[in-house]
């Protein structure tokens, strides 16, 4: 890139942390410093506010660079993520939304231990949050990093490391300044401005082929080498019965992961009623339906006007084709058009990094202060505030993704948060379910059922071709390849599920029917809700 665009990027990246900065310091400077201030923001956001902040929980990196430079390599087979991404909002507006409100307070172990053991209950959740919370950090960290290597103009190693350590260092400070409240402020605007810029580069896409849908799917397919194949199912998943099992694989986790994501779980509890998180939940689906239409134009629009050479040629993930579409958009290389339109789009892009970061680092720091020190601390000892443990866990939690981050950067964002949401299908769904809606479910069944899916899940990433054993793995001189699927979701959901029914069959502990009814009427009505 020109030293133009450099400059104009820089700025808007530097107006967009400083406008969140300040946002991070009001907030800091006007709240109580409780609890629930810090992990649910006073739970004084509207519907509206909340669903705008869950939107741009979920509209991440993965989903505005990584699917859409999976359509742009794979066309057809890159359309499974917004399929899935979308179809998982209906498992949360009818199955979880309203009742973890009615039976949390601040995270997923909360619905949990409501009915069980409290203490091997919360290990157990708090472990597989923070796990998940991890995973899904990586996959921004690799985002950012593909970002400002490309607006450096190089592939510079030490460039993207130097940004992913960015990254890591200012969501650190958003959480332990801010908490949930700036957070969701930062996420609402972060919000509007990515959906602004989508909407742009698709009005822009679509006036390049003057509106003509058809000739842009074709124009897409003629210029990536594959035809109508590009255009067909197969292209990526259907090349054997390895690739299509696969594509069953991560479908499943696409679709079931959203409601184990513990950043997301934990925005219901920021609205004051359950009928208000559902109407969250339906504001969210409709701001998230419309964004990932617009990225389905914005895929194909990238490999008919770029190809899918291009895309390869500046990241072979295919992460930073949407800042490439903005810059031809704009006039092409050297235009001032072009300059403005790719410095806005690298700058929404990195916003969303910084916005989603902020979001997850907040879940996870709270499931270490809220769950795992609350229940792993000496008794009789002082105990610490919780506020100030989730302070040091943000820190933690933020070295952790960043050194992941390192280590990941050349793999696809998109496909690296297919891995946190199988994780989070195997090991937070299946408990969550059995909490709500299995009367006989014991406190056994409960930690057999987040380690029976956490583990495999965890295990068999270690074990697949993601690690070791190809060219694009993490590690290609060493071969632990022994799991052929990508993504373990096939297999350690099922597990998940598997193992929550045993633990409970095989346990002596006799269920408690007073604590299941009383988390039955809580769920449904909201009577004794927080």
């Known amino acids: 890139m020109t030293e133009e665009h450099q400059t104009l990027a820089l700025l808007l990246f530097s107006g967009f942390v400083a406008v969140t900065l300040g946002i991070t310091t009001w907030v800091s400077r006007n709240r109580r410093g409780s609890a629930e201030e810090f992990y649910a923001g006073g739970r004084?956001?509207?519907?509206?506010?909340?669903?705008?902040?869950?939107?741009?929980?979920?509209?991440?990196?993965?989903?505005?660079?990584?699917?859409?430079?999976?359509?742009?390599?794979?066309?057809?087979?890159?359309?499974?993520?917004?399929?899935?991404?979308?179809?998982?909002?209906?498992?949360?507006?009818?199955?979880?939304?309203?009742?973890?409100?009615?039976?949390?307070?601040?995270?997923?172990?909360?619905?949990?231990?409501?009915?069980?053991?409290?203490?091997?209950?919360?290990?157990?959740?708090?472990?597989?949050?923070?796990?998940?919370?991890?995973?899904?950090?990586?996959?921004?960290?690799?985002?950012?990093?593909?970002?400002?290597?490309?607006?450096?103009?190089?592939?510079?190693?030490?460039?993207?490391?130097?940004?992913?350590?960015?990254?890591?260092?200012?969501?650190?400070?958003?959480?332990?300044?801010?908490?949930?409240?700036?957070?969701?402020?930062?996420?609402?605007?972060?919000?509007?401005?990515?959906l602004g810029g989508t909407i742009a580069l698709t009005v822009l896409v679509l006036v390049r082929f003057h509106g003509d849908v058809d000739r842009l799917l074709l124009t897409a397919a003629e210029r990536s080498g594959h035809g109508q194949a590009f255009l067909a199912p197969g292209l990526k998943y259907g090349g054997d019965w390895t690739a299509r099992f696969d594509f069953i694989s991560l479908g499943l986790a696409l679709v079931l992961g959203t409601a184990g994501l513990p950043h997301i779980l934990s925005r219901f509890y920021t609205v004051p009623t359950a009928r208000a998180a559902r109407r969250s939940v339906v504001w969210a689906v409709g701001l998230i339906g419309g964004f990932y239409l617009m990225t389905i134009v914005l895929g194909f629009g990238a490999a008919a006007i770029l190809g899918p050479d291009a895309v390869r040629g500046s990241n072979a993930a295919g992460n930073t084709a949407v800042p490439l579409l903005a810059l031809d958009l704009g006039g092409g290389a050297g235009s001032t058009g072009g300059t403005v339109l790719f410095a806005i789009v690298a700058a929404v892009a990195f916003a969303t990094i910084l916005a989603v970061v902020a979001g997850i680092t907040l879940a996870s720091s709270a499931s270490v202060a809220h769950d795992l020190y609350a229940s792993l601390r000496r008794r009789g000892g002082k105990p610490r505030s919780e506020v100030a443990v989730a302070r040091v866990a943000a820190v933690g939690v933020g070295v952790v993704a960043i050194a992941l981050g390192l280590l990941a950067r050349d793999l696809n964002v998109a496909f690296l948060v297919g891995l946190a949401f199988a994780v989070a299908a195997s090991a937070n769904l299946p408990v969550l379910l059995y909490s709500l809606f299995w009367r006989g479910f014991t406190t056994r069944g409960a930690v057999w059922a987040v380690y029976g899916g956490l583990v495999p899940a965890v295990a068999l990433v270690v074990l697949s071709p993601v690690v070791s054993g190809s060219p694009d793995s993490l590690f290609p001189g060493i071969d632990l390849q022994y799991f052929p699927l990508q993504n373990p979701g096939l297999v350690s959901i099922p597990l998940g599920f598997l193992a929550g029914w045993l633990g409970t069959v095989t346990s002596a502990e006799v269920p408690d029917e007073a604590k299941h009814a009383e988390t039955e009427v809580r769920s449904l009505t909201g009577a004794g809700a927080a």
Request: proline residues 1%.
């Open 44 to 194: 004084l956001f509207s519907p509206m506010e909340n669903g705008f902040a869950i939107a741009g929980d979920y509209m991440s990196a993965a989903s505005f660079l990584g699917v859409t430079g999976l359509i742009a390599l794979f066309g057809y087979d890159g359309l499974l993520y917004v399929v899935g991404f979308l179809v998982a909002w209906l498992v949360v507006l009818f199955l979880v939304a309203e009742l973890v409100r009615n039976c949390g307070r601040f995270t997923l172990a909360d619905v949990v231990a409501s009915r069980m053991r409290e203490r091997p209950v919360r290990i157990a959740s708090g472990t597989s949050s923070v796990t998940v919370s991890v995973l899904y950090l990586v996959a921004q960290m690799v985002g950012a990093g593909s970002l400002v290597a490309l607006l450096l103009g190089g592939t510079s190693d030490a460039a993207r490391s130097w940004t992913v350590i960015g990254v890591g260092a200012l969501m650190v400070i958003y959480v332990s300044l801010g908490g949930m409240r700036a957070t969701t402020w930062i996420q609402i605007v972060k919000a509007v401005l990515l």
